[in-house]
Structures are given as structure tokens and as C-alpha cells.
């Protein structure tokens, strides 16, 4: 009797023939391009760094497409954005010690949005591994204990023969559920030295899935049936699992009102009759989901944005489907099920009855209505009108990515995505300058859509050095700047808090000069006319930076007192 297991496959005449003569001039950092390429990279980005020589000799040798960046932080951006728009995992080169260390704020993101990168850096040669004080440049004493912490696996190689199964063992890590950055170190002395080991052809990797254990699912399935009425919300696992279609039609079934979470935009459609939309940070939205008989969440951890900043106290019964173990259950007692958000909800729709409520999209516009009201009662005209301008002008199926600042809060709760996986933010561990590297990211993903990054005046002169990297490659990303003169929300933040703000002020440069000065067109824009002026640069191929001058406020949350 034969096994899948024990099926072999036998190597080809000619793949013998390449095995037992290998070409000359190869180095263990080809070995590293030669597995990626055999996973089915087809990108890598990175930084080089003399530790790292080896690696990025190497790229001269193969296929694989190199983006380079200019900072080793927003090489991770951009390598996070590409990891999430195309599911991939998507290849980050380093070297070691200071070029490896910057790089963490990044590996941090993405740990926290759940977007697979595969870091790959260099170390110090292999007689300095072990904590001894060599005196090697951007010698640590244990490099990988910085990465530990952050990461998803760490992976040290010592020998050439370990390099491909490292790789593809780091790999399926960051494919597996709950997607994630993983951290490969190569000695210095290991990716240079000549190899005579066979060019590495094949390296297929299987993740594991994750589906959810039937006995659960079937009293989640009851429980929803049975529900007088349900909620749900709906987070960024679903759009991981690209299972926006069955979320639709399993609150459908049920007639159940679909919040997204800031992580969830575009799970959910919005402006169906039971889209609940972002709201979060907005008390008539957390009311409804505490008085819901049962409260069905899938693919969020309820953390602190995704609860109104820890104020929401369900009444009711919770069942959380959620891929990654440590946040089941971390916020709220639930029915845990741990699974991913895909599979769970083709599991409930087998088992699910189905639900006549006629009062659940007039109980939705209720709750939109109030929370109209509230903004309204405001002034904030202004904020509104800029972000309409925005949507106005990105095309439907274009993705946009948002820096940490005061319209991209807005745009958490306000901006209708227009679909799944189009709208990123860095609201996963929450770090300035995210937006642009990471929209060059996705423009080298996908270059068939003009892609939007936005900024604020604080974020953007994180990664203003990436404005040589859009012409370089000729990436078509624009480039929205809100100039306000600072820090905005830690502004309101500090005034809110103490009265007046500090160190919140900051000297900027002209962008619109900048921008010319790197070889991108730059356009100074107003409100009035930020609409025409955005959909003109999104429309031209390459780069673009539209500066708006313009001071806007944040709408008053309802967490405090």
C-alpha cells in the first residue's frame, strides 16, 4: 500500500545533470535568491549593507525584481503593503545590527496587521555568533533577541545547507494563520563564501489552514438562530481571508447589522441596509452592540480601537471567531473559536438558520442618524468636505494608504472604502510614516491602479527620502500631504489634556519645491479645489505630491468622562 507520504519524486536527467554540476561563481547568497524564486517570490525589497554583499551580488544572478528604498523602515512598509494587497510573502533584505534594528518599527506593523514579511538580514561572521564581544562592525550581542519580541519565528542559519530549508520554513511561519513578518540572519562569512551545493529548484510550502472545530460552530450556529437580535463586527481578519462575500451573506441570513473595525474596512458593504459602517469611536454605535442578544465578531481581537477605547461592555452573549490564539477571549469572555474568519463563516452558513427581522435596517438608520447628528451638532464641515473631496476623486477599486494622522482618524470611521482590501492604514501598532512607503509598496503589487498615500506634515518628513525611490522606479503613487505646521492630533491631544501643547510645532519645508526637486510634479491645493487637483494626479502616470494647507480637527470622542 502506498502513502501520499512516501511519493518521491524522481529527479529528471537534466535536473541530475545540474545537481552534480552546479555553475561556478555562486555564493550562499545565492542559495537565498535561488529559494525564494523557488517558493515563488518574484519581488524583494531591501537595503544593502556590507554584511549583506552577498545577498545582493546575488540578485545580478537571478530573476527576482529588487525595489530599493532609501530608509531600512520604510523598505518594511513597502514590503508590508505588498505582503497585504497581494497575500504573498513578500521578501525584505537587510543587513545587520543598525540597518537590521531600523527596520522594527516596520516588522512591528506588520505583526500587528497581521501582513506576511519575510526578513531576511545578514549577521556578523559565524565565529562572532554567541554572545561574545568580537568587535565586529554592527556586531549585538544576540541580534535576533531584538526581533524576537516583534516577529512572528526567528530563523539563524550557521551553515550554507541550512540556508533553504530556513527560508521555506520562514516562509509557510508567515503564510500560516494568522499571517505575519519573520526573521531570517545569515552570517556574513556564509552568504559569501563559494558554494558548491545544487542550485536550489523547488521549495513548494503548504501553511497550514486553520478551520474551526465543528462542535463550536455548531453552538455558534444555534446561538445566532436563536438571537433576539444579533450584531456583528466584522475585522480585519475577514479581509485576510478574503471572506467579505460570505460575511454578507451570512448577516444577510440572519439580518444581523455589520459594524467594520478600522482594520475591517470594506469587509462589509457600505451602504447596505445593514452596514452599521466604522463608527467605533462613537457611543449610539457601542450602545447597539451592548444591547445585542449575541454579538457574533470575526477576525478582531476587540483591542482598544475596536471597543471605543475599552468603554464597550457587551451585554449579551459574545462568540469571537479569531485566527490568531492570544486574542481570543483577551478582552471579553466569549465563545472562542479559533479559526480562520473564511472557513468559520462557510461553517456557520452550512449550519445557520435563517432569521426574518424587518426592524433591523430601520434600527441601523437610527443609529446613523444619531451619529449624523453628533457630527453635525460639531461644525466640522471643513474635515468633512476634504474627506468627500478625497473619495471623490480615488477610483473605486484604487487602494489608499494613511498615515498616522488627523484625516486618516477621520477616515477610519467616515470613508467608505468602496471594497475589501483597498483602504490601510497604520492603526495596527500606530507609528508615523507609514502611508507613502507603504503605497509604494502596493504600486509595485498591482501598477494597474494609481494608488493614494496620505500624510500629514509630521508623518511625511518620516520618509521624504522615499520621493527618490517613486521616481527611480516611476511607481504611480500620489502623495496627499495635510499641512497644518505640526503634530495635529497630539496638539488637540495636549491642549485637551493640559491646556496648551508642546513640542508639537514644527519647521516644514515647501513640499510643493521638495517634491520638484526629487523630479515629481507637486501641486499646492485648498479644499475647494482638492477634489480636481487629486483626481488630475491620480489620473497621470508616476509619482505625484497635491500639499494641502490646511488645519483640521478631529471630532469629539465620546469615550471620556
Known amino acids: 500500500m502506498t502513502h501520499d507520504h512516501d511519493l518521491v519524486l524522481r529527479p529528471t536527467a537534466a535536473q541530475t545533470e545540474a545537481a552534480l554540476n552546479p555553475p561556478p561563481g555562486r555564493n550562499g547568497g545565492d542559495l537565498v535568491v535561488e529559494s525564494l524564486a523557488g517558493l515563488g517570490a518574484t519581488t524583494v525589497f531591501g537595503l544593502p549593507g556590507q554584511h549583506a554583499l552577498g545577498m545582493f551580488d546575488a540578485l545580478r544572478r537571478s530573476d527576482l525584481r529588487y525595489i530599493g528604498l532609501r530608509v531600512e523602515n520604510n523598505a518594511g512598509f513597502a514590503a508590508d503593503a505588498y505582503?497585504?494587497?497581494?497575500?504573498?510573502?513578500?521578501?525584505?533584505?537587510?543587513?545587520?545590527?543598525?540597518?537590521?534594528?531600523?527596520?522594527?518599527?516596520?516588522?512591528?506593523?506588520?505583526?500587528?496587521?497581521?501582513?506576511?514579511?519575510?526578513?531576511?538580514?545578514?549577521?556578523?561572521?559565524?565565529?562572532?555568533?554567541?554572545?561574545?564581544?568580537?568587535?565586529?562592525?554592527?556586531e549585538l550581542p544576540d541580534q535576533a533577541a531584538s526581533f524576537r519580541g516583534v516577529v512572528k519565528?526567528?530563523?539563524?542559519?550557521?551553515?550554507?545547507?541550512?540556508?533553504?530549508?530556513?527560508?521555506?520554513?520562514?516562509?509557510?511561519?508567515?503564510?500560516?494563520?494568522?499571517?505575519?513578518?519573520?526573521?531570517?540572519?545569515?552570517?556574513?562569512?556564509?552568504?559569501?563564501?563559494?558554494?558548491?551545493?545544487?542550485?536550489?529548484?523547488?521549495?513548494?510550502?503548504?501553511?497550514?489552514?486553520?478551520?474551526?472545530?465543528?462542535?463550536?460552530?455548531?453552538?455558534?450556529?444555534?446561538l445566532l438562530s436563536r438571537a433576539e437580535p444579533p450584531a456583528i463586527v466584522a475585522g480585519g481578519g475577514v479581509v485576510r481571508a478574503d471572506a467579505a462575500k460570505k460575511l454578507r451573506q451570512l448577516a444577510e441570513r440572519l439580518q444581523a447589522p455589520v459594524v467594520t473595525t478600522f482594520g475591517g474596512k470594506?469587509?462589509?458593504?457600505?451602504?447596505?441596509?445593514?452596514?452599521?459602517?466604522?463608527?467605533?469611536?462613537?457611543?449610539?454605535?457601542?450602545?447597539?452592540?451592548?444591547d445585542a442578544d449575541v454579538l457574533l465578531v470575526v477576525g478582531s481581537g476587540l483591542g482598544e480601537l475596536s471597543s471605543n477605547y475599552h468603554t464597550f461592555k457587551p451585554r449579551g452573549r459574545v462568540i469571537q471567531i479569531e485566527a490568531d490564539l492570544g486574542k481570543l477571549e483577551s478582552n471579553h469572555p466569549a465563545l472562542g473559536i479559533h479559526a480562520d474568519a473564511r472557513l468559520a463563516l462557510q461553517a456557520l452558513l452550512e449550519t445557520v438558520g435563517e432569521r426574518t427581522d424587518p426592524s433591523a435596517p430601520e434600527r441601523v438608520r437610527a443609529v446613523l442618524d444619531k451619529v449624523r447628528d453628533r457630527i453635525a451638532a460639531q461644525e466640522l464641515t471643513l474635515e468633512q468636505?476634504?474627506?468627500?473631496?478625497?473619495?471623490?476623486?480615488?477610483?473605486?477599486?484604487?487602494?489608499?494608504?494613511?498615515?498616522?494622522?488627523?484625516?486618516?482618524?477621520?477616515?477610519?470611521?467616515?470613508?467608505?472604502?468602496?471594497?475589501?482590501?483597498?483602504?490601510?492604514?497604520?492603526?495596527?501598532a500606530g507609528g508615523l510614516g507609514y502611508g507613502f512607503p507603504a503605497a509604494l509598496g502596493a504600486a509595485v503589487a498591482d501598477p494597474t491602479h494609481p494608488v493614494l498615500a496620505v500624510s500629514g506634515d509630521g508623518g511625511a518628513l518620516y520618509s521624504v527620502a522615499e520621493l527618490?525611490?517613486?521616481?527611480?522606479?516611476?511607481?504611480?503613487?500620489?502623495?496627499?500631504?495635510?499641512?497644518?505646521?505640526?503634530?495635529?492630533?497630539?496638539?488637540?491631544?495636549?491642549?485637551?489634556?493640559?491646556?496648551?501643547?508642546?513640542?508639537?510645532?514644527?519647521?516644514?519645508?515647501?513640499?510643493?519645491?521638495?517634491?520638484?526637486?526629487?523630479?515629481?510634479?507637486?501641486?499646492?491645493?485648498?479644499?475647494?479645489?482638492?477634489?480636481?487637483?487629486?483626481?488630475?494626479?491620480?489620473?497621470?502616470?508616476?509619482?505625484?505630491?497635491?500639499?494641502?494647507?490646511?488645519?483640521?480637527?478631529?471630532?469629539?470622542?465620546?469615550?471620556?468622562?
Open 468 to 561: 527618490a525611490t517613486a521616481r527611480q522606479y516611476d511607481l504611480n503613487v500620489t502623495w496627499l500631504i495635510v499641512d497644518d505646521g505640526g503634530y495635529g492630533i497630539l496638539r488637540e491631544y495636549m491642549t485637551d489634556a493640559f491646556g496648551a501643547p508642546t513640542a508639537t510645532e514644527l519647521t516644514r519645508p515647501d513640499y510643493v519645491a521638495l517634491a520638484e526637486s526629487f523630479g515629481v510634479p507637486g501641486v499646492r491645493t485648498s479644499p475647494q479645489t482638492l477634489a480636481a487637483d487629486l483626481a488630475k494626479a491620480l489620473a497621470a502616470p508616476g509619482p505625484s505630491v497635491v500639499v494641502l494647507p490646511a488645519v483640521l480637527r478631529m471630532f469629539a470622542p465620546t469615550h471620556l468622562g
Open 266 to 290: 470594506g469587509a462589509f458593504p457600505w451602504t447596505h441596509p445593514l452596514s452599521l459602517q466604522s463608527w467605533l469611536e462613537d457611543r449610539h454605535t457601542t450602545d447597539f452592540l451592548e
Open 83 to 138: 505582503g497585504r494587497v497581494t497575500g504573498e510573502a513578500a521578501p525584505l533584505l537587510l543587513s545587520t545590527g543598525p540597518g537590521a534594528l531600523t527596520s522594527l518599527a516596520a516588522l512591528h506593523e506588520a505583526r500587528a496587521a497581521s501582513a506576511p514579511v519575510l526578513a531576511i538580514s545578514s549577521q556578523v561572521p559565524t565565529a562572532g555568533l554567541g554572545g561574545g564581544r568580537h568587535g565586529y562592525l554592527h
Open 385 to 428: 468636505d476634504v474627506l468627500a473631496a478625497v473619495r471623490a476623486a480615488l477610483p473605486p477599486g484604487a487602494p489608499s494608504f494613511w498615515d498616522m494622522t488627523i484625516l486618516a482618524y477621520w477616515a477610519w470611521s467616515a470613508f467608505d472604502a468602496k471594497a475589501p482590501n483597498t483602504m490601510h492604514s497604520a492603526q495596527g
Open 153 to 222: 519565528s526567528v530563523h539563524t542559519v550557521r551553515t550554507q545547507s541550512q540556508i533553504p530549508s530556513a527560508i521555506a520554513e520562514a516562509w509557510t511561519s508567515a503564510l500560516t494563520v494568522p499571517h505575519g513578518p519573520v526573521w531570517v540572519e545569515i552570517p556574513q562569512d556564509v552568504l559569501l563564501a563559494e558554494t558548491q551545493i545544487p542550485v536550489v529548484t523547488g521549495g513548494d510550502t503548504f501553511p497550514e489552514e486553520l478551520p474551526p472545530r465543528p462542535e463550536l460552530t455548531a453552538v455558534a450556529a444555534d
